[in-house]
């Protein structure tokens, strides 16, 4: 491996690192907390999007795993079931693939304003893992609502808000402060 590879490498790993931490401790600030799981933090999705943007996609993949596991750490909420299946359904659902999916956003790496493509996808993709999680798990507490319709409701409530909140600051920084968005090989082009 030659040496500019390996500074590439390492840079994309502490960058990684230290966005992780960012978005770890933005989720503890918690503006609205759901009942059976699920939250409004500010803007706690940013610096996971920013690490597919900077690095690309297989970093940004392997930091919102990374990230789930936290999450999970952080604050496990298990099914209402006591089921293998069920428990494996809120990990891969609520955790594994809900935050996996922000990497996403490194298929808009390089893009001018890569972000305001990037976090409408990815949140929509983590909100549908949730969905399909109330579904498939949480359909429990629906009451008299159908189970797509709960689903539906509670999850957009807090993601919906989630994404604006991200919209928001993102643009905010795509226009004041571009650079944030732009990963080391590309910084290094521009200079």
């Given at each position: 491996?030659?040496?500019?590879?390996?500074r590439e490498h390492l840079r994309s790993l502490v960058e990684s690192a230290v966005l992780i931490a960012v978005a770890f401790v933005l989720s503890y600030v918690t503006l609205i907390k759901m009942p059976q799981g699920?939250?409004?933090?500010?803007?706690?999705?940013?610096?996971?999007l920013m690490i597919g943007l900077r690095c690309g996609?297989?970093?940004?993949?392997?930091?919102g795993f990374v990230?789930?596991?936290?999450q999970m750490m952080q604050e496990f909420w298990?099914?209402?079931t006591a089921t293998v299946q069920g428990y494996v359904a809120v990990v891969m659902l609520d955790y594994v693939a809900a935050f996996t999916v922000l990497g996403l956003s490194g298929l808009f790496r390089g893009k001018k304003y890569g972000l305001l493509y990037a976090?409408?996808?990815?949140?929509?993709?983590?909100?549908?893992s949730h969905f399909f999680s109330g579904v498939v798990v949480w359909g429990i507490y629906a009451?008299?609502?159908?189970?797509?319709?709960?689903?539906?409701?509670y999850n957009g409530s807090?993601?919906?808000?989630?994404?604006?909140m991200t919209m928001l600051v993102g643009a905010i920084l795509c226009k004041t402060a571009p650079e944030l968005f732009i990963g080391p090989k590309k910084a290094r082009n521009r200079a």
């Open positions: 491996m030659d040496i500019n590879k390996s699920g939250a409004v933090t500010p803007v706690s999705m940013l610096p996971l996609p297989k970093w940004g993949l392997g930091a990230y789930a596991g936290l298990p099914p209402p976090a409408p996808l990815c949140l929509l993709l983590r909100f549908l009451g008299d609502l159908p189970v797509w319709l709960y689903s539906l409701t807090y993601m919906g808000v989630e994404l604006a």
